[in-house]
Structures are given as structure tokens and as C-alpha cells.
């Protein structure tokens, strides 16, 4: 799995992506969905070294994992954070915006948020329901950022 991730095109910078968080990703090839073309699809290093840790969990879908992430020209967007080091996690997103982690308490959930806030990106993620205070709501409305939980709310 580290190979397919190494082969994808890696960036620092940018705009206007769509990133999926992990348990879109395990849902999406659960239910053998598939994205709508046209998108700057993307993963953080974060979620991919998520995935690196749960690969075991993906021996039935790693095919179609490959075969999505090639045909739709995913970039990984390298961040200087990693599991489990959640001095990282939280630096990282105060670094963005300070107001953050009073709104999602669990660093490690609001990397990907913050990150999509640097970069005015889309994030698609399930965790959404439970994720979304009226505060957080209130802040993303804020931003140039969307969140959705399916993939039809991107049109």
C-alpha cells in the first residue's frame, strides 16, 4: 500500500481540492461507489498514513483503492503531522486558526477541517454528524470550506 501512495503526485500548496477523509474512503469502497470526475481529489499524509495503519483492513479493496485513486489523479497534500503525535496534531491546527480545537476538541479529528481551511478545499467526510456543532457550523460558514457526507452534495 505504501507503494501506491508513493507513486501519487505529492504537493505542499494549493487550492480548491476535495479532500476525503478515511472513513469516507473505507465507505466509499464498502458500498462500491465510485467519485464523480472533474474534481482535484486529494488525501492528506495524515489520512494516508491513517490508511498505512489499518491497511490490513483493506486486503478485499486494495484493487479497487488502486484503480480509484489512479483514475481519478489523486495528489496526497503533505503535512508535517503524524498519527499519534497529538503535540503535532494540535500545533498544526492552531496553526491555522486558534479557534479550532474550542470546536473539535480531538486534534486528530480537526487536522483534515483545518487543513481544508488552509487551502479553501472541500472536505467529504461520515464523521459529519457528529462533528458539527452549531458552533463548528457556524465557523465552516465562515470559510471558503464545504463539508459534505455524499458524494451528490459536491453538484
Request: net charge neutral; with cysteine.
Amino acid at each position: 500500500m505504501k507503494e501506491l501512495f508513493d507513486s501519487l503526485k505529492h504537493v505542499t500548496s494549493g487550492e480548491n481540492y476535495v479532500f476525503l477523509d478515511t472513513c469516507f474512503l473505507f465507505d466509499l469502497l464498502d458500498r462500491g461507489k465510485s467519485l464523480t470526475p472533474g474534481y482535484n481529489y486529494a488525501v492528506s499524509s495524515f489520512n494516508v498514513e491513517e490508511l498505512l495503519a489499518v491497511s490490513h483492513r483493506l486486503h478485499k479493496d486494495k484493487v479497487q483503492l488502486r484503480k480509484l485513486l489512479k483514475e481519478h489523479s489523486f495528489v496526497v497534500y503533505d503535512i508535517d503531522v503524524h498519527i499519534g503525535d497529538f503535540e503535532s496534531e494540535k500545533k498544526y491546527v492552531k496553526g491555522v486558526d486558534k479557534e479550532l480545537l474550542k470546536l473539535i476538541p480531538d486534534a486528530s479529528d480537526a487536522v483534515l477541517l483545518a487543513l481544508a481551511v488552509k487551502t479553501k478545499s472541500i472536505v467529504l467526510t461520515k464523521d459529519k454528524h457528529h462533528l458539527f456543532t452549531v458552533g463548528l457550523k457556524n465557523f465552516v460558514e465562515k470559510t471558503d470550506v464545504k463539508v459534505f457526507k455524499e458524494i451528490k452534495d459536491l453538484y
